[in-house]
């Protein structure tokens, strides 16, 4: 363990729903749920507004509208996700080439490997300018905990929220943990909280007073020793950055080239689909679709596209590997052909749950499978999700607030513009189209990036003013004093 707080700890604020209620005027201040919405879905993400109501992440949606009925209730956009999490990694990756993400929202930061950081007013600045930085690029607020190891990096971020920073001084670990409860260590949850609190323990400091062998005896050995280590503050994990992207891949060599055209192209269906169900087995999805070709005189091709979101949609990959297909020559005769999905989302729990019981929601309130099948056009009113985009010919850019009965409602207002109002449309209305949803922060090539600068500096500045003044918002006051340790 290291003797600086060098160690960056970064949580986005109910990110899904932050990002919804940033891009949807009328939800903010409001009680936002996001998640499944069939009758088996769990909820990913709720608003501060709806936790107030007992709301909270992987409960089952029926439990969350019982609590909180008048929420809005909203499908996670992943590729919507997925772009602001980019932008925020790409923060991240500018303080230390060692990050490592934990999920779209999520990660470590080692900051004294970056030279960002190597003493605790180094790291302090960093975080702050870190934090004002992730506003002015994305519009969003994340909290930032800063230690001298991961654990204590990640309860000190968890302190922060929502919209601040903790710096846990080294030497004031111990203190700060002892008093809390067992379950904040990490690999502490219900089952082995409840085996630790039926022998009386309650929190970390008594977790260290019962001692090495007791805990290896209550626990098991890996588990005890792990246990111990931690209500020491022993933690000396390093930040590992993004391994090597992974993928999927599978191929077929054939006996005898194939010449026909239309054959070659069913065999890269076929491959798709069987790289999907491979993808699908592992709980993965990914952003890259990569065709491989060998033709007759064993020269090899590949081609890829890159997708805005990742997928494990059969149908998505298939048309990808097609139009890879449509740019290779194949005249000659093909002897291998291989299809893969690579740059794979390493989704976090709460996303798996949400995507798993999106696909529910698909096949039991709409029953229909969610990939239209031949050449069939989606029928019109399946087209309409809560919470997607929709571009109407003239009222504009607007969001899609619900359907039924052959009726979709809209609201029409942008991530710029005041809470918009409510219009309901026929589910063919050819007016109506499917939209991309707008950057929450509005910016013009050049100017942007100075724009953003500039707001961090300034930002960054301000507090760095008020921390060595030791004045500031009681916020600041605040988190400054959790700062000190007092
Ligand atoms: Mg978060």
């Given at each position: 363990m290291r003797n600086a707080p060098t160690i960056l700890h970064l949580d986005m604020d109910a990110f899904y729903a932050q990002a919804e209620q940033a891009s949807k005027p009328s939800l903010r201040g409001k009680a936002v749920v996001v998640g499944g919405l069939g009758p088996r879905g769990v909820v990913a993400t709720a608003s501060y507004e709806a936790r107030t109501f007992g709301v909270h992440s992987a409960m089952p949606m029926a439990q969350a509208r019982r609590l909180a009925p008048n929420a809005a209730y909203l499908v996670p956009r992943f590729g919507f996700y997925r772009s602001i999490s980019d932008q925020v990694m790409a923060l991240l990756r500018a303080l230390s080439p060692l990050v490592e993400p934990l999920s779209l929202d999520e990660a470590f930061v080692d900051l004294e490997a970056g030279g960002t950081a190597w003493d605790g007013e180094s790291a302090l600045l960093a975080g702050i300018r870190l934090r004002a930085d992730i506003r002015a690029v994305t519009g969003l607020t994340g909290s930032v905990g800063l230690a001298s190891c991961k654990m204590l990096a990640k309860i000190a971020s968890e302190q922060a929220k929502p919209d601040g920073l903790v710096l846990i001084e080294p030497g004031t670990e111990r203190a700060l943990l002892?008093?809390?409860?067992?379950?904040?260590?990490?690999?502490?949850?219900p089952a082995t909280g409840d085996h630790l609190r039926r022998a009386g323990i309650t929190t970390v400091d008594e977790i260290a007073e019962a001692g090495e062998d007791e805990l290896v005896r209550m626990v098991g050995k890996a588990h005890g020793h792990a246990l111990y280590a931690m209500a020491l503050a022993r933690d000396d994990r390093p930040v590992v950055a993004e391994r090597e992207t992974k993928s999927v891949s599978v191929e077929d060599t054939y006996d005898l080239d194939i010449h026909d055209r239309v054959r070659v192209g069913l065999e890269v269906r076929r491959l798709a689909d069987r790289c999907v169900r491979r993808l699908r087995e592992s709980g993965l999805s990914g952003r890259t679709i990569v065709l491989k070709v060998r033709r007759y005189d064993f020269s090899t091709l590949t081609r890829s596209e890159t997708l805005r979101g990742p997928t494990d949609d059969p149908g998505v990959v298939r048309e990808a590997a097609a139009r890879l297909l449509d740019?290779?020559?194949t005249t000659g005769g093909v002897r291998l052909l291989g299809v893969g999905v690579s740059g794979l989302a390493d989704f976090t729990q709460e996303d798996l749950f949400a995507q798993a019981a999106e696909e529910r929601a698909d096949l039991s309130e709409e029953e229909v499978p969610d990939e239209p099948v031949g050449e069939e056009p989606v029928p019109a009113e399946h087209r309409w999700r809560p919470g997607h985009d929709v571009r109407h010919a003239e009222l504009g850019h607007g969001w899609v607030q619900g359907s039924g009965l052959g009726r979709v409602t809209v609201r029409f207002e942008t991530p710029e513009s005041e809470p918009g109002r409510v219009r309901t449309f026929r589910?063919?209305?050819?007016?109506l189209a499917v939209a991309e949803p707008l950057p929450l922060v509005r910016r013009t090539p050049e100017e942007g990036d100075s724009a953003a600068e500039e707001a961090a500096e300034k930002a960054a500045g301000k507090a760095a003013e008020r921390f060595v003044a030791g004045e500031g918002t009681p916020d600041q006051t605040e988190s400054l004093q959790r700062v000190k340790g007092v």
């Amino acid at each position: 363990m290291r003797n600086a707080p060098t160690i960056l700890h970064l949580d986005m604020d109910a990110f899904y729903a932050q990002a919804e209620q940033a891009s949807k005027p009328s939800l903010r201040g409001k009680a936002v749920v996001v998640g499944g919405l069939g009758p088996r879905g769990v909820v990913a993400t709720a608003s501060y507004e709806a936790r107030t109501f007992g709301v909270h992440s992987a409960m089952p949606m029926a439990q969350a509208r019982r609590l909180a009925p008048n929420a809005a209730y909203l499908v996670p956009r992943f590729g919507f996700y997925r772009s602001i999490s980019d932008q925020v990694m790409a923060l991240l990756r500018a303080l230390s080439p060692l990050v490592e993400p934990l999920s779209l929202d999520e990660a470590f930061v080692d900051l004294e490997a970056g030279g960002t950081a190597w003493d605790g007013e180094s790291a302090l600045l960093a975080g702050i300018r870190l934090r004002a930085d992730i506003r002015a690029v994305t519009g969003l607020t994340g909290s930032v905990g800063l230690a001298s190891c991961k654990m204590l990096a990640k309860i000190a971020s968890e302190q922060a929220k929502p919209d601040g920073l903790v710096l846990i001084e080294p030497g004031t670990e111990r203190a700060l943990l002892g008093p809390m409860p067992v379950r904040t260590l990490p690999g502490v949850g219900p089952a082995t909280g409840d085996h630790l609190r039926r022998a009386g323990i309650t929190t970390v400091d008594e977790i260290a007073e019962a001692g090495e062998d007791e805990l290896v005896r209550m626990v098991g050995k890996a588990h005890g020793h792990a246990l111990y280590a931690m209500a020491l503050a022993r933690d000396d994990r390093p930040v590992v950055a993004e391994r090597e992207t992974k993928s999927v891949s599978v191929e077929d060599t054939y006996d005898l080239d194939i010449h026909d055209r239309v054959r070659v192209g069913l065999e890269v269906r076929r491959l798709a689909d069987r790289c999907v169900r491979r993808l699908r087995e592992s709980g993965l999805s990914g952003r890259t679709i990569v065709l491989k070709v060998r033709r007759y005189d064993f020269s090899t091709l590949t081609r890829s596209e890159t997708l805005r979101g990742p997928t494990d949609d059969p149908g998505v990959v298939r048309e990808a590997a097609a139009r890879l297909l449509d740019s290779v020559d194949t005249t000659g005769g093909v002897r291998l052909l291989g299809v893969g999905v690579s740059g794979l989302a390493d989704f976090t729990q709460e996303d798996l749950f949400a995507q798993a019981a999106e696909e529910r929601a698909d096949l039991s309130e709409e029953e229909v499978p969610d990939e239209p099948v031949g050449e069939e056009p989606v029928p019109a009113e399946h087209r309409w999700r809560p919470g997607h985009d929709v571009r109407h010919a003239e009222l504009g850019h607007g969001w899609v607030q619900g359907s039924g009965l052959g009726r979709v409602t809209v609201r029409f207002e942008t991530p710029e513009s005041e809470p918009g109002r409510v219009r309901t449309f026929r589910v063919d209305d050819p007016e109506l189209a499917v939209a991309e949803p707008l950057p929450l922060v509005r910016r013009t090539p050049e100017e942007g990036d100075s724009a953003a600068e500039e707001a961090a500096e300034k930002a960054a500045g301000k507090a760095a003013e008020r921390f060595v003044a030791g004045e500031g918002t009681p916020d600041q006051t605040e988190s400054l004093q959790r700062v000190k340790g007092v």
